[in-house]
C-alpha cells in the first residue's frame, strides 16, 4: 500500500502520529488539537508505560511526602486526552519508524500484537532512559531509579517496606541532591557517593563546594572523587551496601540518580539524524533535520546553546512543554519556533538554593572564549530585614565585550529564581556594564538596594574594564 | 574673590562639593574617592539633618517593629564617612548655590552661622520632600509623615505614647501600604484613606483591585474614593479624626503617606533646569544639563522612563545609590551612566506581594502607543507542591510589534521578584512572543513548568497576533 492509498482510505483528513505520550508529545498533541479540530486533523500517540502527561520533576517530592498523592503529579491522564478526541494509545510500544512509508510499527505491550499505523505528520518525544551502572548488583532488590512514575512507585514501596534507615544516593546532580532531601524528609541517614570532586557537576567546583559545605549542614554524608565500583547485595539478595575502591557505604535503600541520555533507538534505526550527545537534530521549527514531515522534542533532542553556539542535551521538563507546544503549532499549520536555551536550571536541598545559567568556566573554555569571573556575597534582602539570607554570586563575562556568559548562585530562600535576571540578559545578550543599571524590584523584604546580581555585575564590568596583568 | 582665585588658595587639588548626605549624595561621595585620594580630590558634603546614608525604605519595618534598632538603617555613619576622608558637615543646610561663582552658602542650622564654599566639581543630590496636605489638623500633634529617620522616630514615639489603638493612613501608593502593615504588626486597628478608585494607583484599577481585596482580607479597612478634607483634633490639640466629604473617621494616630516632588528649591533658585515633574534634567552621565561641572542625582532628578521614551520622576532608593555610583565615577574622572528606568517596584502588605514595572494601560496611552493586554492567573510553585501560592499577572503588549509594554503582579510569597524578568525583558525591548521561549529557572519548589510570566507573555502573544475585531 503506498502513502496516498493510505491516505485515501482515511479520506482527506490528515493523520498526526505522536510517539511518546509525556509532556512533549502531549503538549504537541493538545496544541494541535487545539488549533484544528478532529474533522481536519485524526491524531493517534502510542504510550508505552502506564501514565501520561506527569511531572518527573515532580517525583522527589511524591518520594519525599510533600506530594502525598501520585495523581497530583499528573497534569493530564489519559481518559482526559482522549475526552478531546487524542487517540491514545496507553502500553503500546513504537519498535519501527519506516520513514520512507510514513508509518510507525506498534506492539501492544501486554499481548505482544503488532501492527503498522501510517502517518502524514509525526510527532517523536520518545524522552530519555536513565543511564544505568553496568555493574554487580545494579538490579538488585531496593536498588531504584527515578525517572518515572512506576520508578517512583516502587521505591516509596521499598522505602515503606524496609526496616532499615540507611540510603545512599548514587550521582549529585539535580536528580541526586533532590532525593537526597527527600530521604532526609524520611528520616534515613543519607549518604551521597559523587564522582566528581564536588556535587552539581552543573557548577564550577568552587560553587559546588558551597553547595558541599551545605549538604554536610543539613546532615548529609558527601563522599566526592568515588566511582561506585558495585552493589553489594545480602543473603537476601537484597542490596545491603555500595562500594567504591576506596570504601563500603552500608544501604538499606539505593538511589541511581546519574542523569539521562536521550531514548533516540527508533530513530537511530529509521536513520534520523543524531547528534554528538545522541539527540535527535531540529531546526527552529523543532522539525527533524531535512525532514518535512517529523518533529521531535523533550528530553530526546538536543537543543542549541545560545551562548556557545553549540548543541546540548538537557532533560527538562520545562523544555519539553515549549518544545511540544511549538511542535503542536506547527503539525497544525501555524508557526512557532524554540530559539534554544541558555542552560538555566534551578533546585534546592531542604533550605539551599542552587542555581545556574548559561556557561561554566569549562563550558566558555571549549566553546573558545576568553572571560573573567566575579564572585559576591550579598543577602536575599536588605541586611536590616528579618530572615535576609546570604548568597553567593558567580558571574562569568566575556573579555573585551564584557559579553555575560553565565551566573551560578548558592543560597537559601530568594537566591535560586534570581537567576532569570541572568536569564534573561543572557537571551538579550547583555553586557555585565548594562546589566550594572538594570531596573530590578527593590524593597527592603525583596533584595538589598543594590540586588545581589548587580553586585556581581559591577565587580564583572570592574574585572572586564581592568588592564591585563 | 574670583574661581581661579579660589582655586589658587587650595593649591592644585580639586574640590567635590555634595549637597546631601543621603543616597545619592553619599554614595556619589563614596565612589569618587573611592577612584580618587585625598591628595587629588577634596571632597565636602553638607547634610542638613541628623543622619546620613540611611534606608527610608526601610523605615515603614522598623516602625512595624521588623528592625528592631533604628541604627540598623544606617548603612554609613558620619563619622565613618569621615573615616574615609570625606569632610562632611552635618546639620548643615545648602541656602544657595552660585552658578556664575562657582560657590555653594551653607548654614549652621544649630547657630545660623552661614559661609561660603567654593567648589570645582557640584553633586545636588537635594531629594524630595513629603506633599503635606494643605488642611486644617495637618500639623496636629499624631499626625505624622515617614520621609526621614526623624519622622519615623517621631511616629514610634507617639505609638509608644498614645493609648489608643486607631490608626489612620492616607494614602494607599507603597508607603501607604507599608505603613498599613506597619500599624497592623503594631496591633492597631488600620484604615487606609484613598483619592483614587483602588489603591496602588501605580497599578491599573483592575490589579489595584485585588489589593484592595486582599488588604481587606487582612483586616485593613479601605477607603477608597475618599479626599481627606480635614484633620479634627480634640480638645487636647492631639488628632482625634480624620474627615472627608463623606465621612469621618476616628482615629488616635496619622500616617501621612500621599507621595513625594522633587525638593529642587535650591536648583531652581539657582536657575538650573528642570523638567514638568520639578525634578532636574541631567544627560545620561548625570551631569545636570548645560552645566559640565554639576551633577544631580537621586530623588531631586526625573528619569529617562525607556519604554514611554518621557521623563519620570521616581523616588526610590535603589535609583539613588545607582545614581550616586554614576555620578561618583564621573566626578573623578571615570566613565559612567544612568540609562534610564523602567518603572519596577515591588512592595508587601503582610504576605500580599505587589510588583509592577513598564507602563499602565494609562501610561501607554499617554505615550501614543496602543496595546493588548492579557491577564492571567497562576502559581509560585508547582501546583501540586506545597505552599504554592495563587498569583495575577498582567501584561501589556504593542499593537503590531508585539514589544512588552508593562507588567503588573498581585500575588503572595514568591510573587514579587518574578517582575524582574519583565524588567529585563522591558529593558532589552523584547518581544512578548520572544518572551514565551525564555529559559527561566524550573523546579516544582520554584515554579510551574510554565512560569507565570511565560504563562501570561503567551497569552498576550496571542492577542498581538489575533485578528482585529
Redesign the interface.
Known sequence: MNMSAARGVRGTRERLVVIGGD?AGMSAASQARRLKGAEELEIVAFERGHFTSY?A??IP?WVGG??PDRD??IARTAEEHRARDIDLRMRTEVTEIDVAGGRVRARDVDSGAESWTSYDKLVIATGARPIRPDMPGADAPGVHGVQTLDDGQALIDTLARTRGRRAVVVGAG?IGV?MAEALINRGYEVTVVNRGSEPMSTLDPDMGRLVHEAMEGLGITMVNDAEVTKILTGEDGRVRAVATEAAEYPADVVVLGIGVRPETTLARAAGLPLGDHGGLLTDLAMRVRGHENIWAGGDCVEVLDLVSGQERHIA????A??HG?VIGTNAAGGYA???G????????VCDLEI?R?GLREKDARRAGLQFVTATIESTSR?????SASTMTVKMLAERRTGRLLGVQIVGRE?A??????A???L??G?TVE?M????????????P???PVLVAA?KAAKAVNAPLS
Open positions: 509532556a511531572s520533576c515532580g517530592y510533600d506530594v497530583q503529579l539535580y533532590e527538562l521538563g520545562t523544555h512543554n515549549k507546544q519556533t524554540f530559539p536555551v541558555v542552560g538555566t536550571a534551578v533546585s534546592k542555581a545559567t536588605a541586611g536590616y530585614y528579618p530568594g535560586g529564581k534570581r537567576v532569570d535576571i536569564a534573561v540578559a537571551t538579550a547583555m548594562q550594572v543599571s538594570l531596573d530590578l524590584g527593590y524593597a527592603p523584604p525583596f533584595s538596594v543594590w540586588d559591577r
